[in-house]
């Protein structure tokens, strides 16, 4: 059995250029394995697709999803709502699902990425490193540009990295969900990864594999 995860082996298929019939296991069967888990989960069938594929015909249709977690929530939990507050909360969790990283820190939870000074010493190139040149008389005499010394600092910048804890996330690297309907947009989101999970299980079911929940 194919050893790569049922998302890893999807996610190539719905991108495959063959979705000819084979007798062994093969791209179309788990396309047709998605198709399946979407009659009875197509919330998260289309999250899991457009998460697989960025397709944009594939978000559009996340995105519906979205919106109708959230005027389903808004009806249950009796929350005040208007059009433009719907979108408003649809737009902030669907944008915090698809681009879960935080963008100052790019998801690392940390930053630190300075430019030093480094400073070196080298031969001086007017006297050679001697620390004597000519003077204006044509005499001997101590190197002007080294002071007789015969080196100079030469400095180069350099990129040292020093990390820290990112302050936009708190070294989480998730990016930070928005203070106005925070409330709403997290359960929103948890409503979403819970669609997404089931529907990643139908697909594993559909193969004939072991109904985990998706990595």
């Not at 084979?22 to 888990?37: F, I, K, Q, S």
């Not at 507050?85 to 690392?108: H, S, V």
Request: with cysteine; aromatic share 4%.
């Amino acid at each position: 059995m194919d050893e790569r995860s049922v998302l890893e082996r999807l996610a190539e298929a719905k991108t495959s250029s063959d979705l000819s019939h084979r007798p062994t296991r093969c791209d179309v069967d788990y396309v047709a394995a998605l198709g399946a888990a979407g009659i009875h989960h197509p919330t998260g069938s289309a999250l899991l697709d457009a998460g697989l594929t960025q397709h944009p015909d594939t978000i559009i249709g996340a995105y519906r999803a979205t919106e109708k977690i959230v005027r389903i929530l808004a009806a249950k939990r009796h929350w005040l709502m208007t059009p433009q507050k719907l979108r408003a909360i649809a737009m902030a969790a669907f944008k915090t699902y698809m681009l879960p990283a935080c963008p100052p820190c790019n998801g690392r939870g940390f930053v630190g990425v300075e430019t030093l000074t480094d400073e070196t010493l080298i031969d001086c190139p007017d006297c050679r490193g001697g620390g004597r040149t000519l003077n204006a008389a044509g005499l001997d005499a101590p190197c002007g540009a080294c002071a007789g010394k015969g080196k100079i600092v030469k400095k180069s910048a350099a990129k040292a990295y020093a990390p820290k804890p990112c302050s936009c996330c708190e070294g989480s690297g998730k990016r930070k969900i928005q203070a106005r309907y925070s409330r709403e947009i997290r359960d929103v989101l948890a409503i979403m990864e819970s669609q997404r999970r089931a529907a990643g299980v139908a697909v594993r079911r559909q193969m004939g594999l072991r109904a985990t929940e998706v990595d």
